[in-house]
């Protein structure tokens, strides 16, 4: 056989995915040093953005011919572009749109992959600890989405508690990116953070400092919190705990009664549609931190089981849901 034609869609098919490899790679790298920023602000030649942002000129000018060959960014008349669409998903983190904080997620992530022979060959795990940055890169879209939900979407009440002035309690709130999102919507509203990691708890209190909002080194599973809450929230931190029951259970206690509780978390789909594909592989990064995700059913049992009602899923794409719950 020779050249490309003649050959299988299973090999293209294939092939693609490997193209797909550099396009996060790619996306990731120009977004960490600032190529793709300095190209949306303003289009410049290979040897203009190496000389401007200081960077190695071979780097870039390999850097600028994979952009343009992948399609993030175009050429015309010797300088480099960026159509308004791509800076809307590779760079604008509120647009629903937004997936270059994915990318950066997982192209950080994958440094960890060497440890994937560890866990087949023994089962060794690794926790998340040492990846706090890829987390803010992929929940600032959870965040975002579930700021824009609660403005317009069926859970309005929670803008509108949020906006009077009420107590929040974020489990599992990692470096406290949400809290800082929240307390710049909502100042009038005061935030409580619970988070076992020592490295995101020391980041979470530096965001907290001199607002009302108070970090606390704790598991969900120890929280002994009694009716003082009007809304919990748990972003991606409920597949990490061990006994789940035992966290969505002391949700309830912590919560007043009318309080509700929020959860932003990727749910396994029933079958791979095109849509389901990314968690499905996804499978395989949360093994290696020793988690798995749960499914819609799993996650309202947990709900029912510790007393909640009006269980609720919205979903965000991309097998991502807000999961609301109240305790009436
Ligand atoms: C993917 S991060 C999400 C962080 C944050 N909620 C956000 O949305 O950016 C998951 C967090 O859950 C925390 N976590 C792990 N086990 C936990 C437990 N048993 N109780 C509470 N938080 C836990 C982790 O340390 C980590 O910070």
């Given at each position: 056989m020779a050249g490309w034609k003649g050959r299988p869609k299973e090999f293209k098919q294939l092939w693609d995915y490997s193209v797909g490899f550099y396009g996060v790679w790619v996306a990731h790298i120009g977004r960490s040093v600032g190529l793709l920023q300095h190209i949306a602000h303003s289009p410049a030649s290979a040897a203009g953005l190496a000389a401007k942002l200081g960077l190695d000129a071979g780097a870039v000018g390999a850097w600028c011919s994979a952009a343009v060959a992948l399609g993030l960014i175009g050429e015309r008349k010797g300088k480099l572009r960026m159509s308004a669409r791509m800076k809307e998903i590779l760079?604008?983190?509120?647009?629903?749109?937004?997936?270059g904080g994915q990318f950066s997620y997982l192209a950080m992530r994958?440094?960890?992959?060497?440890?994937l022979e560890d866990l087949f060959n023994s089962g060794k795990t690794l926790d998340m600890s040492s990846t706090f940055d890829a987390i803010e890169q992929a929940t600032d879209w959870d965040h975002n989405a579930f700021l824009s939900a609660i403005k317009?979407?069926?859970?309005r009440r929670l803008h509108a508690m949020l906006s009077k002035g009420c107590r929040v309690l974020d489990v599992?709130?990692?470096?406290g990116t949400l809290i800082e999102k929240l307390w710049r919507s909502y100042p009038r509203s005061a935030f409580v953070g619970v988070e076992p990691s020592e490295v995101a708890v020391h980041r979470a209190m530096e965001v907290a400092a001199g607002k009302p909002v108070e970090i606390l080194r704790l598991q969900g599973e120890a929280m002994n919190f009694d009716?003082?809450?009007d809304i919990v929230y748990l972003g991606e931190s409920l597949y990490a705990a061990s006994d789940k029951q035992a966290v969505v259970s002391n949700c309830y206690r912590a919560l007043k009664k009318g309080g509700a509780i929020a959860i932003v978390e990727g749910l396994l789909p029933k079958t791979a549609s095109k849509e389901g594909r990314l968690i499905i592989g996804m499978q395989l990064d949360f093994a290696l931190q020793g988690y798995r995700f749960m499914t819609k059913e799993e996650t309202g049992a947990l709900l029912r089981n510790a007393g909640f009602s009006k269980v609720a899923f919205s979903d965000f794409g991309g097998s991502l849901f807000l999961v609301s719950a109240w305790k009436i």
């Amino acid at each position: 056989m020779a050249g490309w034609k003649g050959r299988p869609k299973e090999f293209k098919q294939l092939w693609d995915y490997s193209v797909g490899f550099y396009g996060v790679w790619v996306a990731h790298i120009g977004r960490s040093v600032g190529l793709l920023q300095h190209i949306a602000h303003s289009p410049a030649s290979a040897a203009g953005l190496a000389a401007k942002l200081g960077l190695d000129a071979g780097a870039v000018g390999a850097w600028c011919s994979a952009a343009v060959a992948l399609g993030l960014i175009g050429e015309r008349k010797g300088k480099l572009r960026m159509s308004a669409r791509m800076k809307e998903i590779l760079l604008d983190a509120k647009s629903p749109n937004y997936l270059g904080g994915q990318f950066s997620y997982l192209a950080m992530r994958s440094l960890e992959y060497r440890g994937l022979e560890d866990l087949f060959n023994s089962g060794k795990t690794l926790d998340m600890s040492s990846t706090f940055d890829a987390i803010e890169q992929a929940t600032d879209w959870d965040h975002n989405a579930f700021l824009s939900a609660i403005k317009k979407g069926r859970s309005r009440r929670l803008h509108a508690m949020l906006s009077k002035g009420c107590r929040v309690l974020d489990v599992g709130c990692g470096t406290g990116t949400l809290i800082e999102k929240l307390w710049r919507s909502y100042p009038r509203s005061a935030f409580v953070g619970v988070e076992p990691s020592e490295v995101a708890v020391h980041r979470a209190m530096e965001v907290a400092a001199g607002k009302p909002v108070e970090i606390l080194r704790l598991q969900g599973e120890a929280m002994n919190f009694d009716g003082q809450f009007d809304i919990v929230y748990l972003g991606e931190s409920l597949y990490a705990a061990s006994d789940k029951q035992a966290v969505v259970s002391n949700c309830y206690r912590a919560l007043k009664k009318g309080g509700a509780i929020a959860i932003v978390e990727g749910l396994l789909p029933k079958t791979a549609s095109k849509e389901g594909r990314l968690i499905i592989g996804m499978q395989l990064d949360f093994a290696l931190q020793g988690y798995r995700f749960m499914t819609k059913e799993e996650t309202g049992a947990l709900l029912r089981n510790a007393g909640f009602s009006k269980v609720a899923f919205s979903d965000f794409g991309g097998s991502l849901f807000l999961v609301s719950a109240w305790k009436i």
